[in-house]
């Protein structure tokens, strides 16, 4: 069994993933804006990834923009056959590298034919909505971007949906226009805002895909981290990402990252063991933050 099959799987859409993926919001420049500073190392971390056994690759055409997307190609393509790329749409980057609201119905058929032909695809496999009403989750009703995006799917450009940076309420609201086959929100050891959330979409075999974590552009620091990775003979973010996975079955995991090296730590992830005095150590980590 390879290590990241060690991490098991679940259902995304039509297909089965294993629960261990990659994001790709790395491989673009500084703040995700440009060329990759090293293009040949980004290449080699889309097939190292792919080669270890990840089925499960987040991107986004706005990552860039246009960047990730043409790496994935560039390297991946032809696509492995259980290959799953999931992309998100609702944004847009400024010319100063500024992240803007792209929701009309037209700016999200745009994303959608960008998302198909950077990455050399005629049906996209899953598309989250972004959703930026706020920084973070903010209320208001998304009927109008979610039916938009509906009726994409119709036209067979997309064919699963899924949310991202949304409430609770407004997946709700969500699953009453679509099928939703995931959601991904602002997730992690310390951050756990979303733990009613997540249970949920358990109960209903949905996939919750926490980005960030790892903590994002500022890594997580605990002392009560760094003393269990200290006592496992690992590394905090391997334990972050271990204590994931026991989280919930329906976590998928995207961690990402620009080396290979960083790579194929994250994915040593799926092989820690936790023992339930140490999961019960890491929940107080949110507690203290």
Known sequence: MSTVQKSGTF???S???????????QLAGPHVFGPPKDHDAAIAVLREAVASGVNHIDTSDYYGPHVTNQ??????APYPQDLVIVTKIG?????????????????????????LRNLGLEVLDVVNLRIMFGMGPTEGSIEAQLTALAELQRKGLVRHIGLSNV?????????????????????NL????DDGLID?????????????????FSPLQSSTLSDVAARLGTTPLQVALAWLLKRSPNILLIPGTSSVGHLRENLAAAELELSADVLNELDGVAKAA
């Not at 790496?71 to 991946?76: D, H, Q, T, V």
């Not at 409430?167 to 997730?187: D, L």
């Open 167 to 187: 409430t609770s309420a407004q997946v709700k609201e969500g699953r009453g226009i679509a099928e939703i086959v995931c959601v991904q929100n602002h997730y």
């Open 190 to 193: 310390a951050h756990r805002d």
């Open 11 to 13: 259902t995304l859409g």
């Open 200 to 216: 949920e979409l358990a109960r209903d075999a949905i996939a919750y895909t926490p980005f960030f974590p790892l903590g994002g």
């Open 91 to 115: 944004a847009r980057r400024g010319s100063d590298g500024s992240w803007l609201p792209a929701y009309s119905a037209k700016e999200l058929e745009q994303a959608v034919h960008d998302n």
């Open 15 to 25: 297909h089965t993933v294993k629960r261990l993926g990659y994001g790709a919001m």
């Open 71 to 76: 790496l994935i190609r560039e390297a991946l």
